[in-house]
T-cell receptor, first 115, second 114 residues
Framework: AQSVTQPDIHITVSEGASLELRCNYS??????LFWYVQSPGQGLQLLLK????DTLVQGIKGFEAEFKRSQSSFNLRKPSVHWSDAAEYFC?????????????WGLGTSLAVNP | GAGVSQSPSNKVTEKGKDVELRCDPI?????LYWYRQRLGQGLEFLIY????????KSGLPSDRFSAERTGESVSTLTIQRTQQEDSAVYLC????????????FGPGTRLTVT
């Protein structure tokens, strides 16, 4: 079955600390992978995406993610967190087969940042 | 503005009333999605339109929920006989029908059923 797991429901980090948010997926084909961010009172915004090529992808706001096929993971990282990064983060996966472009979503990780 | 727009932004309705939520996708996007997000929860897929294909309605929680889309433009999500558990933010997203899957989200409609 196709699924996305974000093992951490809630994470708290100190401002300036590094961050890694985990995402594991189960998908039968080579996936398209996405990270979205939802800031308080804001809409969902795409942080970064992986389709092919370099497995380390750079996104907006200083975020990056690495696709590891062997581990079925697409973890999101940031070397130094800012207070404005406090938000909900969603991982999503889609497939290349057929015409169905529905994404499968994780349940999200809520990030709190301590000053 | 070329983004996805939704209306109304907020809707308060009494239990048992019908509501209609509207989504205007990005021009040229053939795929359109509706999601529900309850307070503090993740995205719950409701329905997906792709061009002229039959919509994927697999996420609609009950027959009180329905959605329509006119061609590749506006979509309306209708909830009949609203219940308190329908209170949530309803999000609409659109994407290109070919190429990548990137979804562009609207700001959502916050529905409160009293």
């Amino acid at each position: 079955a196709q699924s996305v797991t974000q093992p951490d429901i809630h994470i708290t980090v100190s401002e300036g600390a590094s961050l890694e948010l985990r995402c594991n997926y189960s998908y039968g084909a080579t996936p398209y992978l996405f990270w979205y961010v939802q800031s308080p009172g804001q809409g969902l915004q795409l942080l970064l995406k992986y389709f092919s090529g370099d497995t380390l992808v750079q996104g907006i706001k200083g975020f990056e993610a690495e696709f590891k096929r062997s581990q079925s993971s697409f973890n999101l990282r940031k070397p130094s967190v800012h207070w404005s990064d406090a938000a909900e983060y969603f991982c999503a996966v889609g497939g290349r087969a057929g015409n169905n472009r529905k994404l499968i979503w994780g349940l999200g990780t809520s990030l709190a940042v301590n000053p | 503005g070329a983004g996805v727009s939704q209306s109304p932004s907020n809707k308060v309705t009494e239990k048992g009333k019908d509501v209609e939520l509207r989504c205007d996708p990005i021009s040229g996007h053939t795929a359109l999605y509706w999601y529900r997000q309850r307070l503090g929860q993740g995205l719950e897929f409701l329905i997906y339109f792709q061009g002229n294909s039959a919509p994927d309605k697999s996420g609609l929680p009950s027959d009180r929920f329905s959605a329509e889309r006119t061609g590749e433009s506006v979509s309306t999500l209708t909830i009949q006989r609203t219940q308190q558990e329908d209170s949530a933010v309803y999000l609409c997203a659109s994407s290109l029908g070919s190429g990548d899957f990137e979804q562009y989200f609207g700001p959502g409609t916050r529905l409160t059923v009293t």
